[in-house]
Protein backbone atom coordinates (compact mmCIF):
# COMPACT_ATOMS: atom_id res chain seq x y z
CA UNK A 1 0.00 0.00 0.00
CA UNK A 2 2.99 2.33 0.11
CA UNK A 3 3.11 2.95 -3.04
CA UNK A 4 -0.50 3.91 -2.88
CA UNK A 5 -0.50 6.03 0.15
CA UNK A 6 2.64 8.15 -1.71
CA UNK A 7 0.39 9.00 -4.91
CA UNK A 8 -2.38 9.96 -2.59
CA UNK A 9 -0.42 12.28 -0.68
CA UNK A 10 1.12 13.68 -4.24
CA UNK A 11 -3.06 13.91 -5.03
CA UNK A 12 -3.58 15.85 -1.81
CA UNK A 13 -1.01 18.35 -1.97
CA UNK A 14 -2.55 19.40 -5.35
CA UNK A 15 -5.31 19.90 -4.05
CA UNK A 16 -4.50 21.72 -1.16
CA UNK A 17 -2.84 24.14 -3.56
CA UNK A 18 -6.12 24.32 -5.72
CA UNK A 19 -4.47 22.60 -8.85
CA UNK A 20 -6.57 19.62 -9.09
CA UNK A 21 -8.26 18.94 -12.28
CA UNK A 22 -11.94 18.26 -12.94
CA UNK A 23 -14.23 16.63 -14.87
CA UNK A 24 -17.53 17.03 -16.01
CA UNK A 25 -19.73 14.54 -17.87
CA UNK A 26 -21.54 15.69 -21.15
CA UNK A 27 -24.77 13.50 -21.58
CA UNK A 28 -25.74 15.46 -25.29
CA UNK A 29 -24.23 16.36 -28.58
CA UNK A 30 -21.12 18.44 -28.70
CA UNK A 31 -23.13 22.23 -28.87
CA UNK A 32 -23.32 25.42 -27.60
CA UNK A 33 -26.50 24.39 -25.25
CA UNK A 34 -25.56 20.60 -23.21
CA UNK A 35 -26.87 18.62 -20.89
CA UNK A 36 -24.39 18.14 -18.18
CA UNK A 37 -25.50 16.09 -15.08
CA UNK A 38 -29.20 17.07 -15.69
CA UNK A 39 -29.00 20.28 -16.32
CA UNK A 40 -28.93 22.50 -19.40
CA UNK A 41 -25.94 24.54 -19.44
CA UNK A 42 -24.86 26.94 -22.24
CA UNK A 43 -21.17 26.31 -23.34
CA UNK A 44 -18.42 28.56 -24.49
CA UNK A 45 -15.26 26.01 -23.87
CA UNK A 46 -15.20 23.53 -26.74
CA UNK A 47 -12.62 23.79 -30.19
CA UNK A 48 -15.60 23.28 -32.33
CA UNK A 49 -15.27 26.65 -33.63
CA UNK A 50 -17.63 25.76 -36.61
CA UNK A 51 -19.92 24.15 -35.11
CA UNK A 52 -19.44 21.10 -37.42
CA UNK A 53 -19.00 18.51 -34.48
CA UNK A 54 -22.68 17.76 -34.55
CA UNK A 55 -23.46 18.61 -38.02
CA UNK A 56 -25.90 16.27 -39.52
CA UNK A 57 -24.21 15.62 -42.85
CA UNK A 58 -21.33 14.86 -41.04
CA UNK A 59 -23.18 12.91 -38.84
CA UNK A 60 -24.40 10.58 -41.28
CA UNK A 61 -20.88 10.47 -43.47
CA UNK A 62 -19.77 8.88 -40.10
CA UNK A 63 -22.72 6.43 -40.13
CA UNK A 64 -21.99 5.91 -44.08
CA UNK A 65 -18.20 5.43 -43.31
CA UNK A 66 -19.02 2.88 -40.52
CA UNK A 67 -21.59 0.41 -42.84
CA UNK A 68 -18.50 0.72 -45.30
CA UNK A 69 -15.74 -0.22 -43.83
CA UNK A 70 -16.79 -0.95 -40.39
CA UNK A 71 -16.12 0.28 -37.01
CA UNK A 72 -12.39 -0.25 -36.07
CA UNK A 73 -9.10 -0.02 -38.64
CA UNK A 74 -7.58 -3.46 -37.06
CA UNK A 75 -3.62 -2.51 -37.82
CA UNK A 76 -1.25 0.03 -37.86
CA UNK A 77 -1.33 1.51 -41.36
CA UNK A 78 2.33 0.05 -42.26
CA UNK A 79 0.61 -3.38 -41.75
CA UNK A 80 -3.26 -3.27 -43.13
CA UNK A 81 -4.93 -0.76 -41.26
CA UNK A 82 -4.31 2.10 -44.13
CA UNK A 83 -8.03 1.85 -46.13
CA UNK A 84 -9.73 3.63 -49.21
CA UNK A 85 -10.89 6.00 -46.71
CA UNK A 86 -7.75 7.40 -45.18
CA UNK A 87 -5.87 7.31 -48.56
CA UNK A 88 -8.72 9.79 -49.98
CA UNK A 89 -8.55 11.76 -47.31
CA UNK A 90 -4.74 12.67 -47.34
CA UNK A 91 -5.29 12.94 -50.95
CA UNK A 92 -7.90 15.86 -50.04
CA UNK A 93 -5.56 16.84 -47.44
CA UNK A 94 -2.75 17.53 -49.73
CA UNK A 95 -4.71 19.55 -52.06
CA UNK A 96 -6.00 21.77 -49.28
CA UNK A 97 -2.64 22.47 -48.23
CA UNK A 98 -1.14 22.65 -51.88
CA UNK A 99 -0.86 26.46 -52.73
CA UNK A 100 0.93 27.00 -49.79
CA UNK A 101 3.34 24.26 -50.01
CA UNK A 102 5.95 22.69 -52.91
CA UNK A 103 5.00 18.71 -54.34
CA UNK A 104 2.84 19.08 -51.11
CA UNK A 105 1.92 15.43 -49.31
CA UNK A 106 -0.56 14.94 -46.40
CA UNK A 107 -0.18 12.21 -43.97
CA UNK A 108 -3.22 11.46 -41.23
CA UNK A 109 -2.79 11.28 -37.50
CA UNK A 110 -5.02 9.57 -34.69
CA UNK A 111 -4.65 12.98 -32.74
CA UNK A 112 -2.88 16.20 -33.14
CA UNK A 113 -0.53 15.52 -30.17
CA UNK A 114 1.14 12.64 -32.00
CA UNK A 115 0.81 14.54 -34.81
CA UNK A 116 3.17 16.82 -33.33
CA UNK A 117 5.42 13.90 -31.65
CA UNK A 118 6.03 12.44 -35.06
CA UNK A 119 7.09 15.92 -36.65
CA UNK A 120 9.25 17.25 -34.62
CA UNK A 121 10.91 13.66 -33.80
CA UNK A 122 10.92 12.92 -36.95
CA UNK A 123 12.68 15.69 -38.57
CA UNK A 124 15.24 15.66 -35.86
CA UNK A 125 16.21 12.36 -35.53
CA UNK A 126 18.35 11.20 -38.16
CA UNK A 127 20.57 14.26 -37.73
CA UNK A 128 22.75 14.45 -34.17
CA UNK A 129 23.54 17.77 -35.60
CA UNK A 130 20.46 19.23 -34.64
CA UNK A 131 18.71 22.63 -32.75
CA UNK A 132 15.55 22.98 -32.28
CA UNK A 133 13.75 26.93 -31.38
CA UNK A 134 10.92 26.75 -29.87
CA UNK A 135 8.31 29.21 -29.29
CA UNK A 136 8.08 30.27 -25.49
CA UNK A 137 3.97 29.48 -25.73
CA UNK A 138 4.00 26.50 -27.39
CA UNK A 139 1.66 23.37 -27.00
CA UNK A 140 2.50 20.58 -24.40
CA UNK A 141 2.71 18.51 -27.58
CA UNK A 142 5.34 20.68 -29.59
CA UNK A 143 7.41 20.73 -26.19
CA UNK A 144 7.27 16.79 -25.90
CA UNK A 145 8.38 16.05 -29.28
CA UNK A 146 11.34 17.97 -28.64
CA UNK A 147 12.18 16.75 -24.98
CA UNK A 148 11.72 12.94 -26.87
CA UNK A 149 13.63 14.10 -29.85
CA UNK A 150 16.24 14.37 -27.33
CA UNK A 151 18.33 16.77 -29.38
CA UNK A 152 19.23 20.56 -28.19
CA UNK A 153 16.65 22.90 -27.57
CA UNK A 154 16.34 26.66 -27.13
CA UNK A 155 12.92 28.75 -26.24
CA UNK A 156 12.79 32.01 -27.89
CA UNK A 157 10.06 34.55 -26.35
CA UNK A 158 6.41 34.98 -27.02
CA UNK A 159 6.34 36.52 -30.83
CA UNK A 160 10.09 37.73 -30.41
CA UNK A 161 11.17 37.46 -34.05
CA UNK A 162 14.77 39.67 -33.36
CA UNK A 163 15.19 37.05 -30.63
CA UNK A 164 15.13 34.04 -32.52
CA UNK A 165 16.82 36.02 -34.81
CA UNK A 166 19.67 36.34 -33.31
CA UNK A 167 19.89 32.27 -31.53
CA UNK A 168 19.62 30.75 -35.42
CA UNK A 169 22.44 33.50 -36.54
CA UNK A 170 24.94 31.98 -33.43
CA UNK A 171 23.30 28.49 -34.08
CA UNK A 172 26.23 26.15 -35.87
CA UNK A 173 23.81 22.81 -36.10
CA UNK A 174 23.17 22.03 -39.49
CA UNK A 175 19.53 20.57 -38.91
CA UNK A 176 17.93 23.73 -37.88
CA UNK A 177 14.23 23.70 -37.05
CA UNK A 178 12.00 26.35 -36.03
CA UNK A 179 8.71 25.43 -34.14
CA UNK A 180 5.87 27.44 -33.43
CA UNK A 181 1.80 27.27 -32.64
CA UNK A 182 0.23 29.39 -35.48
CA UNK A 183 -2.65 30.40 -33.16
CA UNK A 184 -1.70 30.39 -29.66
CA UNK A 185 -3.84 28.03 -27.72
CA UNK A 186 -4.59 29.85 -24.41
CA UNK A 187 -3.99 33.47 -25.86
CA UNK A 188 -5.79 33.15 -29.10
CA UNK A 189 -3.09 35.63 -31.09
CA UNK A 190 -1.62 34.30 -33.85
CA UNK A 191 2.36 34.45 -34.58
CA UNK A 192 4.01 36.15 -36.82
CA UNK A 193 4.90 33.42 -39.50
CA UNK A 194 6.13 35.67 -42.41
CA UNK A 195 8.85 37.02 -40.70
CA UNK A 196 9.51 33.45 -38.91
CA UNK A 197 9.40 31.96 -42.84
CA UNK A 198 11.62 34.86 -43.70
CA UNK A 199 13.94 33.89 -40.55
CA UNK A 200 14.28 30.24 -41.84
CA UNK A 201 14.99 30.61 -45.16
CA UNK A 202 17.75 33.08 -44.32
CA UNK A 203 19.21 30.70 -41.92
CA UNK A 204 18.37 27.33 -43.47
CA UNK A 205 15.78 26.26 -41.25
CA UNK A 206 13.03 23.95 -41.12
CA UNK A 207 9.53 25.89 -40.04
CA UNK A 208 7.07 23.71 -38.10
CA UNK A 209 3.35 25.08 -37.40
CA UNK A 210 0.87 23.80 -35.35
CA UNK A 211 -2.08 25.33 -36.53
CA UNK A 212 -4.50 22.91 -34.49
CA UNK A 213 -6.47 26.27 -33.63
CA UNK A 214 -6.48 28.03 -37.09
CA UNK A 215 -7.03 24.90 -39.67
CA UNK A 216 -10.85 25.25 -40.91
CA UNK A 217 -11.28 28.97 -39.42
CA UNK A 218 -8.69 31.04 -40.46
CA UNK A 219 -8.30 32.18 -44.33
CA UNK A 220 -11.30 32.53 -47.03
CA UNK A 221 -11.62 28.73 -47.79
CA UNK A 222 -10.37 27.65 -44.22
CA UNK A 223 -7.14 26.32 -45.27
CA UNK A 224 -6.22 28.18 -42.41
CA UNK A 225 -2.77 30.14 -41.17
CA UNK A 226 -0.44 29.63 -44.45
CA UNK A 227 -3.74 31.16 -46.75
CA UNK A 228 -4.28 34.11 -44.16
CA UNK A 229 -0.74 34.95 -44.66
CA UNK A 230 -0.47 33.71 -48.09
CA UNK A 231 3.05 32.38 -47.31
CA UNK A 232 4.74 29.45 -49.61
CA UNK A 233 7.47 27.69 -48.96
CA UNK A 234 8.78 23.82 -49.28
CA UNK A 235 10.53 24.73 -45.76
CA UNK A 236 7.23 24.37 -43.77
CA UNK A 237 5.53 21.58 -42.37
CA UNK A 238 1.95 22.14 -41.42
CA UNK A 239 0.06 20.13 -38.44
CA UNK A 240 -3.35 21.05 -38.78
CA UNK A 241 -5.85 19.39 -36.73
CA UNK A 242 -9.13 17.71 -37.02
CA UNK A 243 -11.08 17.48 -33.98
CA UNK A 244 -11.48 21.08 -33.27
CA UNK A 245 -12.86 23.11 -36.09
CA UNK A 246 -13.15 19.93 -38.40
CA UNK A 247 -15.75 18.51 -35.89
CA UNK A 248 -14.26 14.50 -36.11
CA UNK A 249 -10.91 13.82 -34.93
CA UNK A 250 -7.26 13.08 -35.91
CA UNK A 251 -4.58 15.36 -37.25
CA UNK A 252 -2.65 15.64 -40.20
CA UNK A 253 0.45 16.99 -41.70
CA UNK A 254 1.01 18.26 -44.93
CA UNK A 255 4.82 19.18 -46.69
CA UNK A 256 6.87 18.38 -49.45
CA UNK A 257 6.49 14.72 -50.15
CA UNK A 258 10.17 13.57 -49.21
CA UNK A 259 9.59 14.89 -45.81
CA UNK A 260 5.72 13.05 -45.84
CA UNK A 261 7.61 9.93 -47.18
CA UNK A 262 10.54 10.53 -43.94
CA UNK A 263 7.48 10.41 -41.33
CA UNK A 264 6.16 7.21 -42.72
CA UNK A 265 9.84 5.50 -42.41
CA UNK A 266 10.56 7.01 -39.15
CA UNK A 267 8.13 8.99 -36.85
CA UNK A 268 7.06 6.57 -34.23
CA UNK A 269 4.11 7.86 -33.46
CA UNK A 270 2.89 7.20 -36.55
CA UNK A 271 4.47 3.63 -37.56
CA UNK A 272 3.85 2.12 -33.84
CA UNK A 273 -0.11 2.44 -33.39
CA UNK A 274 -3.32 1.00 -34.42
CA UNK A 275 -4.87 3.58 -37.60
CA UNK A 276 -7.82 5.70 -37.02
CA UNK A 277 -11.27 4.15 -37.75
CA UNK A 278 -11.86 4.90 -41.30
CA UNK A 279 -15.13 6.14 -40.79
CA UNK A 280 -13.56 9.19 -39.08
CA UNK A 281 -11.81 9.78 -42.51
CA UNK A 282 -14.91 9.30 -44.29
CA UNK A 283 -16.59 11.62 -41.89
CA UNK A 284 -13.96 14.32 -42.52
CA UNK A 285 -14.23 14.53 -46.43
CA UNK A 286 -17.49 15.40 -45.42
CA UNK A 287 -16.29 18.04 -42.97
CA UNK A 288 -13.62 19.20 -45.58
CA UNK A 289 -16.45 19.95 -48.12
CA UNK A 290 -18.20 22.58 -45.86
CA UNK A 291 -15.30 24.22 -44.40
CA UNK A 292 -14.42 24.65 -47.99
CA UNK A 293 -17.52 25.59 -49.39
CA UNK A 294 -20.16 28.45 -49.17
CA UNK A 295 -21.15 27.41 -46.14
CA UNK A 296 -17.96 27.43 -44.78
CA UNK A 297 -17.85 30.46 -45.36
CA UNK A 298 -20.60 31.76 -44.01
CA UNK A 299 -19.96 29.78 -41.11
CA UNK A 300 -16.80 31.62 -40.22
CA UNK A 301 -18.26 34.89 -40.96
CA UNK A 302 -20.40 34.64 -38.56
CA UNK A 303 -18.27 33.58 -36.14
CA UNK A 304 -16.40 36.73 -36.66
CA UNK A 305 -19.15 38.84 -36.15
CA UNK A 306 -20.27 36.61 -32.45
CA UNK A 307 -16.33 37.81 -32.17
CA UNK A 308 -16.80 41.59 -32.64
CA UNK A 309 -20.01 41.53 -30.66
CA UNK A 310 -18.09 39.82 -27.58
CA UNK A 311 -15.52 42.71 -27.76
CA UNK A 312 -17.76 45.49 -28.50
CA UNK A 313 -19.83 44.25 -25.18
CA UNK A 314 -17.06 43.93 -22.44
CA UNK A 315 -17.19 46.26 -20.04
CA UNK A 316 -13.81 45.23 -17.43
CA UNK A 317 -12.20 46.22 -14.54
CA UNK A 318 -9.49 45.21 -13.12
CA UNK A 319 -9.81 41.72 -15.62
CA UNK A 320 -8.23 41.79 -19.38
CA UNK A 321 -9.89 40.44 -22.64
CA UNK A 322 -6.60 39.90 -24.50
CA UNK A 323 -6.94 41.85 -27.60
CA UNK A 324 -7.45 38.21 -29.97
CA UNK A 325 -9.28 38.17 -32.95
CA UNK A 326 -9.80 34.65 -33.50
CA UNK A 327 -12.86 32.24 -31.55
CA UNK A 328 -10.38 31.70 -28.22
CA UNK A 329 -11.36 34.81 -26.03
CA UNK A 330 -9.32 34.55 -22.98
CA UNK A 331 -10.16 37.22 -20.06
CA UNK A 332 -7.17 37.45 -17.61
CA UNK A 333 -7.71 37.66 -13.79
CA UNK A 334 -4.64 36.83 -12.68
CA UNK A 335 -4.43 34.71 -9.52
CA UNK A 336 -6.20 31.52 -9.06
CA UNK A 337 -8.28 31.44 -6.44
CA UNK A 338 -10.79 34.40 -8.30
CA UNK A 339 -10.38 32.71 -11.94
CA UNK A 340 -12.14 29.41 -10.28
CA UNK A 341 -14.77 30.78 -7.98
CA UNK A 342 -15.21 32.86 -11.30
CA UNK A 343 -15.86 30.06 -13.55
CA UNK A 344 -17.74 28.77 -10.99
CA UNK A 345 -20.06 31.48 -10.67
CA UNK A 346 -20.65 31.48 -14.45
CA UNK A 347 -21.04 27.61 -14.07
CA UNK A 348 -23.70 28.35 -11.14
CA UNK A 349 -25.56 30.55 -13.81
CA UNK A 350 -25.39 27.91 -16.47
CA UNK A 351 -22.40 29.27 -18.22
CA UNK A 352 -19.72 27.05 -19.08
CA UNK A 353 -16.12 28.62 -19.71
CA UNK A 354 -13.00 26.88 -18.92
CA UNK A 355 -10.47 28.46 -16.41
CA UNK A 356 -6.94 27.89 -16.88
CA UNK A 357 -4.10 28.23 -14.20
CA UNK A 358 -0.27 27.59 -14.53
CA UNK A 359 1.01 25.70 -15.33
CA UNK A 360 -0.69 25.81 -18.61
CA UNK A 361 -0.66 29.37 -18.98
CA UNK A 362 2.34 31.26 -16.58
CA UNK A 363 1.88 32.09 -13.06
CA UNK A 364 -0.31 35.03 -11.89
CA UNK A 365 -2.46 35.49 -15.25
CA UNK A 366 -4.58 32.54 -14.63
CA UNK A 367 -7.72 33.22 -17.01
CA UNK A 368 -11.45 32.10 -18.12
CA UNK A 369 -10.89 31.11 -21.46
CA UNK A 370 -14.12 32.03 -23.09
CA UNK A 371 -14.11 29.94 -27.01
CA UNK A 372 -16.48 31.00 -29.37
CA UNK A 373 -18.40 28.80 -31.85
CA UNK A 374 -20.06 29.96 -35.55
CA UNK A 375 -22.73 27.55 -33.42
CA UNK A 376 -23.23 30.28 -31.40
CA UNK A 377 -26.39 32.63 -31.91
CA UNK A 378 -25.71 36.49 -31.44
CA UNK A 379 -28.15 35.75 -28.40
CA UNK A 380 -25.93 33.23 -26.35
CA UNK A 381 -22.95 35.52 -26.78
CA UNK A 382 -25.38 38.87 -25.36
CA UNK A 383 -26.10 36.70 -22.42
CA UNK A 384 -22.20 35.64 -21.56
CA UNK A 385 -21.40 39.47 -21.94
CA UNK A 386 -23.69 40.10 -19.34
CA UNK A 387 -22.89 38.00 -17.05
CA UNK A 388 -19.20 38.36 -17.41
CA UNK A 389 -19.65 42.02 -16.82
CA UNK A 390 -21.62 41.77 -13.54
CA UNK A 391 -19.93 39.42 -12.33
CA UNK A 392 -16.74 41.50 -12.72
CA UNK A 393 -18.66 44.21 -10.97
CA UNK A 394 -19.53 41.51 -7.99
CA UNK A 395 -15.94 40.42 -7.82
CA UNK A 396 -14.70 44.07 -7.47
CA UNK A 397 -16.55 44.89 -4.73
CA UNK A 398 -16.38 42.56 -3.09
CA UNK A 399 -12.65 42.55 -3.09
CA UNK A 400 -13.01 46.15 -2.37
CA UNK A 401 -14.94 45.10 1.11
CA UNK A 402 -12.18 42.40 2.29
CA UNK A 403 -10.07 45.05 1.54
CA UNK A 404 -11.74 47.31 3.98
CA UNK A 405 -11.37 50.26 1.51
N1 LIG B 1 -1.71 21.71 -30.78
C1 LIG B 1 -2.41 22.65 -30.13
C2 LIG B 1 -1.99 24.07 -30.26
C3 LIG B 1 -3.51 22.28 -29.34
O1 LIG B 1 -4.20 23.21 -28.68
C4 LIG B 1 -3.87 20.92 -29.26
C5 LIG B 1 -5.07 20.41 -28.47
N2 LIG B 1 -5.61 21.21 -27.54
C6 LIG B 1 -3.11 19.99 -29.95
C7 LIG B 1 -2.04 20.41 -30.71
C8 LIG B 1 -3.41 18.52 -29.86
O2 LIG B 1 -4.42 18.17 -30.75
P1 LIG B 1 -5.36 16.93 -30.45
O3 LIG B 1 -6.38 17.39 -29.46
O4 LIG B 1 -5.92 16.55 -31.76
O5 LIG B 1 -4.49 15.85 -29.86
Given amino acids: MQLLDKLAAQLEERRQQGLIRTRRTVESPCGPHLTVDGRDILAFCSNDYLGLAAHPAIVDALREGAARYGAGSGAAHLISGHSRAHAQLEERLAEFAGPYLVESRALYFCTGYMANLAVVTGLAAGDKDTEIFSESLNHASLIDGARLSRTALKVYPHADVEALDELLGTSTAANKIVVTDAVFS ?48 PYIV ?10 VGGAFVAAHATVIETLIQRARPYIFTTAAPPALAHALLASLDIIAGPEGRERRLHLSRLVAKWHDGL ?64 GDVERLVRAVNALNVQMNAEERTTDGT
Fill in 238 to 247: YVGTLGKAAG
Fill in 186 to 233: MDGDLAPLPELLALCEKHGAWLIVDDAHGFGTLGEHGRGALEHYNLRS
Fill in 315 to 378: RLSGWTALPSHTAIQPVVIGANEPTMRAAAALYGQGIWVGAIRPPTVPAGTARLRVTLSAAHSE
